[in-house]
């Protein structure tokens, strides 16, 4: 290993470096707020290094450029292996670094994340473009066809709430499609990243290919305003995307997004109940609810909302809440302090504008950021815990009697990343997905996230879409080449 167990270093142009300054930040265990590493603080000199580095590796002739598709395929598809021969220490570092139960990062993170270079690897020999004869002139006059290209430096922010498996999702297309790359983990969550690009070594991507820089928003800031870069995916708050959006405006970037949810549930009163109860309290409780897709807000027609108010609450009560790291935990700590502020400020608000507390809504001890699953009745659309985004174990539910009354009120939700729909009735499941502006929709499940299919937001939940063939235009050119036949 390259690096120590307190003291990481960065990686740009193939080299484990510190920042030139010498600037550092600690990262903490939140069941413990113990220091788990000290990790370098990229400053703008650093941005600058990382960002020539990628663009020199760019270069036409460089060894990534010069690779065989089928060559880059098997190097994306051995970072696949490698994470899963880590799978283990992976997930116990995914756990320590963000909170989250080492039993979710093994069976969803890790082998997702692995599951995402696979996927893409096959993708890296089948970019292509298409023969379009044109069409205003005589045909076999003209030969007229498109080709893909890579887009080129390419800078990738990713959040803390799934720090792996949001780096997977963002470096494997980019490598399918022959970009160079400088990616930004998340401050809170920057361990995984950091050994990724260890194994990402190990498979063979060549130097500067993937350079990965810890830092916070500033150093996100400087790689966003970098005038080497040629486009920004980012994925975290849709507050931080709006300011990406005006930064990269000084040399037309191209950006994608994938940004905030305060995504509906909907339970029909014929559902097979005890399957939506299930699936409704994993849709929100997982991952600590610190999931940008969480089913957040909770429509239940009205005749069976008390059986499945109870039914949750009941499911609420039954996570065990505690240390990422043991076996038995179903739910960690929240990834900091200042994280736990917010949500329990969202308690407090919610209590304050007169919704009911069916559950939780309380810290859990004194020591890490823990607190227990929440859920709120006797909500109504315009208190802030129904408007806005939490990010946390907090569950709104809404009573409804038709779905023009669930239409009107999503009419105002900002956001449009995911729904869900539970019912026996296929009229229903469909009148319901068709109705919800959303980029994904679950029916009778929630969570069933795929590497082959595409997902990201309507409306201020983002721009562009994630995995599938659908992502591999974030990161290509479209080039049309005409000749004219004498
Ligand atoms: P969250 O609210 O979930 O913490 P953020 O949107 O604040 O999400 O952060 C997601 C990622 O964006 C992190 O890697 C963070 O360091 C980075 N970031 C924060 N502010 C900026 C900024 N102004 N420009 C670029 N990146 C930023």
């Known amino acids: 290993m390259t690096n120590d167990q307190k003291s990481r270093k960065m990686l740009i142009g193939g080299q484990w470096v510190e920042a030139l300054d010498g600037a550092t930040f600690d990262t903490a265990d939140p069941a413990t707020e113990e220091v788990l590493a000290t990790v370098p603080a990229a400053g703008s000199t650093d941005v600058d290094r990382a960002v020539n580095a990628a663009r020199e590796a760019f270069e036409p002739g460089s060894a990534w450029r010069g690779l065989p598709p089928a060559a880059r395929g098997r190097i994306i598809h051995r970072i696949g292996d490698l994470i899963l021969e880590h799978a283990e220490e992976l997930a116990l570092l995914e756990s320590r670094d963000n909170g989250k139960p080492v039993f979710i990062a093994s069976l969803a993170d890790i082998p997702m994340a692995a599951d995402t270079f696979h996927y893409m690897s096959g993708w890296a020999t089948k970019i292509e473009g298409n023969t379009i004869p044109m069409s205003s002139a005589a045909p076999g006059r003209f030969l007229s066809f498109t080709q893909r290209e890579p887009i080129g430096v390419v800078g990738q922010i990713v959040p803390w709430n799934y720090p792996l498996l949001m ?34 070594q190990e498979a063979g991507v060549p130097d500067g290919v993937v350079n990965i820089i810890t830092g916070d928003g500033a150093t996100g800031a400087a790689l966003v305003a970098h005038p080497g870069v040629d486009k920004i995916a980012f994925t975290g708050s849709t507050e931080v995307g709006k300011e990406i959006i005006r930064a990269s405006a000084d040399n037309v970037k191209k950006v994608t997004l994938e940004l905030g949810g305060k995504s509906p549930n909907v339970i029909y009163a014929d559902a097979d109940l005890e399957r939506a109860i299930a699936k409704s ?9 610190e999931t940008c897709f969480a089913g957040s807000r909770l429509y239940v027609e009205r005749p069976v909302h008390d059986e499945v108010v ?6 609420a009560e039954q996570l065990t809440v505690g240390k990422g790291t043991e076996p038995t935990t179903m739910m960690g700590p929240l990834v900091s302090a200042e994280q736990l502020d917010r949500v329990m400020g969202y308690v407090t608000s919610g209590v304050a504008e007169g919704a009911t507390l069916v559950t939780g809504g309380e810290r859990l001890g004194d020591e890490g950021h823990f607190m227990a699953p929440t859920i709120f009745t006797d909500t109504k659309p315009s208190m802030r815990i129904v408007a806005e985004e939490i990010f946390g174990p907090v569950l709104v539910v809404l009573p409804f009697d038709t779905l023009d009354e669930i239409v009107a009120i999503e009419k105002d939700n900002p956001y449009g990343l995911a729904a869900g729909v539970f019912t026996r009735d296929i009229d229903k499941a469909f009148r319901t997905a068709s109705a919800i502006r959303a980029g994904t929709v679950f029916v009778n499940t929630w969570n069933a996230v795929d590497s082959a299919l595409p997902f990201g937001g309507y409306k201020q939940s983002g721009w562009g879409r994630e995995l599938g063939h659908a992502v591999l235009d974030n990161y290509l050119e479209t080039k049309s080449i005409i000749t004219e036949f004498s």
């Open 167 to 200: 780096a997977a999702w963002k470096l494997a297309p980019a490598l399918a499609a022959g970009c160079t790359i400088v990616l930004k983990p998340a401050e809170q969550t920057p361990l995984t990243a950091l050994r990724l690009g260890e194994l990402i």
């Open 281 to 289: 309290a994993e849709a929100i409780f997982f991952n600590q609810g």
């Open 310 to 315: 109870a039914g949750l609450k009941a499911a």
